[in-house]
T-cell receptor
């Protein structure tokens, strides 16, 4: 089945700096790659997603890139703010199993 | 407002007891999912359902059971066969077209 690896497990940046979180997936049939943000004690919230027919997608300070050949995708957050501090999860989904497989999460801390 | 509701927020279980976690959505979503989250780990799939009266096992279904008698509801029972049930349980739903999930706020189950 699908396996998703996520790095780093923790990331600390200064306010205003950029943050990059990387994920790799194992199943070449995967075609949908969302990113979720989870605040303490809450359920994850979708922040951006990308499908396999697109290489990059941007939404204000957040962008996601996908390299299908290498089977990896990344989340980029620019001009980080303290409210960006949370745990971020990547996920992948293929048409064979109609459910998401999640990475292990990255705890992002933005220092004011 | 449309959303997905999990109850209770906190649940305590004695050894050998079965407990049922509630998940209700009013988003008219066809698919529903249950994930387990342990500290410092990603989300692991327990069960999922694409349509009413049908569900499939995920990666860690042993010791759990579900039902999907109504489109809006997908309750999860944690049985006494689940040896290590203490965790944060997340329910999610999605439409067929939009692959991204909407998550509930979670139920924290503790064995006492």
């Amino acid at each position: 089945g699908e396996n998703v690896e996520q790095h780093p497990s923790t990331l600390s940046v200064q306010e205003g700096d950029s943050a990059v979180i990387k994920c790799t997936y194992s199943d070449s049939a995967s075609n949908y790659f969302p990113w979720y943000k989870q605040e303490l004690g809450k359920g994850p919230q979708l922040i951006i997603d990308i499908r396999s027919n697109v290489g990059e997608k941007k939404d204000q300070r957040i962008a996601v890139t996908l390299n299908k050949t290498a089977k990896h995708f990344s989340l980029h957050i620019t001009e980080t703010q303290p409210e960006d501090s949370a745990v971020y999860f990547c996920a992948a989904r293929n048409t064979g199993r109609r459910a998401l497989t999640f990475g292990s999460g990255t705890r992002l801390q933005v220092q004011p | 407002d449309g959303g997905i509701t999990q109850s209770p927020k906190y649940l305590f279980r004695k050894e050998g007891q079965n407990v049922t976690l509630s998940c209700e959505q009013n988003l008219n979503h066809d698919a529903m999912y249950w994930y387990r989250q342990d500290p410092g780990q990603g989300l692991r799939l327990i069960y999922y359902s694409q349509i009413v009266n049908d569900f499939q096992k995920g990666d860690i279904a042993e010791g759990y059971s579900v039902s999907r008698e109504k489109k809006e509801s997908f309750p999860l029972t944690v049985t006494s066969a689940q040896k290590n049930p203490t965790a944060f349980y997340l329910c999610a739903s999605s439409t067929g077209q939009n692959l991204g999930y909407t998550f509930g706020s979670g139920t924290r189950l503790t064995v006492v």
